[in-house]
């Protein structure tokens, strides 16, 4: 494989750039950003393509906007795979729950040998197809589209909503469903959850609101208790929880004492 080095001379010698222009040009870019970090000297021009010096973020931007070149691409060169990132979060363990990032481009399908059929209604074994791609869509998993969305993750110590949302689940959110509904579920996996942002944190539960109290509930079994807030100065609503991919392998492995909430204060 050339290196990125080689990669970024070929791509100014095809727009017959001389090392001045370039560097001109990342002074351009340096005024119109307000920061000096964006220009390129001439000298480290030179040791980025002949010696394998590694830019700055700044001025692999700069390097990009010159020679016309998707930034995503030129990191791949440097071995940074940016399409990668969520899936990298998501072995990256944490344990409060918190909102993640999807990044606007991710794809929301999966591609499909011609070949193949997958009858959704039906219990399918998909392990031949993540084999034959390497990797699928979270939509693909959940039903939903990744582009209309936010989502979060439930934290690795939050067993408020185990069993339906165990530690480590990652939820989709509609920012559309705001309004607390407190009526028309005929047992607890139709009742809406919520996923909620508090002054220091994030949390998910069902949700009631009377008389600008919001009390959250959570799920019998994690043995805690309901936390009521003050709404909207406590506590904000992100939306309703509409999609999940869980771990199975989720266990008890501390059991969290009676009356503790994580992430938020008891009844007060």
């Keep these: 494989m050339d290196r990125p080095g080689e990669r970024l001379k070929r791509a100014r010698e095809k727009l017959s750039l001389t090392f001045r222009q ?7 870019i340096a005024r119109r950003r307000a920061s000096d970090e964006f220009s390129i000297a001439l000298s480290r021009l030179a040791d980025i393509e002949n010696k394998g010096t590694v830019p700055s973020i700044y001025r692999l931007y700069s390097l990009c906007a010159i020679y016309r070149l998707d930034l995503d691409e030129v990191l791949q060169w440097y071995g940074v795979p940016r399409d990668l990132l969520a899936s990298e979060s998501a072995q990256v363990g ?4 918190h909102p ?27 392990s031949h197809i993540v084999r034959r791609w390497g990797k699928m869509s979270l939509a693909f998993l959940n039903g ?13 110590e939050d067993w408020s909503m ?21 009526e ?7 009742r809406p959850i919520y996923f909620l942002e508090l002054r220091d944190g994030y949390m998910c539960g069902w949700c009631s609101l009377t008389a600008g ?21 406590e506590i904000d609503i992100i ?30």
Excluded: C
Excluded at 22 to 28: I, L, N, R
């Design 22 to 28: 370039v560097v001109e040009a990342s002074q351009g």
């Design 94 to 97: 944490v344990p409060a729950t």
């Design 100 to 126: 993640v990032q999807i990044p606007p481009g991710a794809r929301a399908t999966v591609p499909l040998p011609p070949d193949m059929r997958i009858d959704l209604t039906q219990t399918t074994f998909l």
């Design 144 to 156: 939903v589209d990744l582009r209309h969305f936010r989502y979060g993750l439930i934290g690795l």
């Design 162 to 182: 185990h069993p339906i949302l165990p530690p480590g689940a990652f939820v989709a959110i509609d920012e559309g469903r705001r309004r607390i509904v407190n």
């Design 184 to 190: 028309g579920w005929t047992s607890e996996f139709e």
């Design 213 to 233: 109290k919001l009390t959250v509930q959570p799920h019998p079994s994690s043995e805690q208790t309901a936390a009521i807030f003050e709404f909207p100065r």
């Design 239 to 268: 939306g309703q929880v509409v999609g999940a991919a869980m771990p199975l392998d989720a266990r008890r492995r501390r059991r969290v004492p009676s009356g503790a909430v994580p992430s938020a204060s008891p009844d007060r």
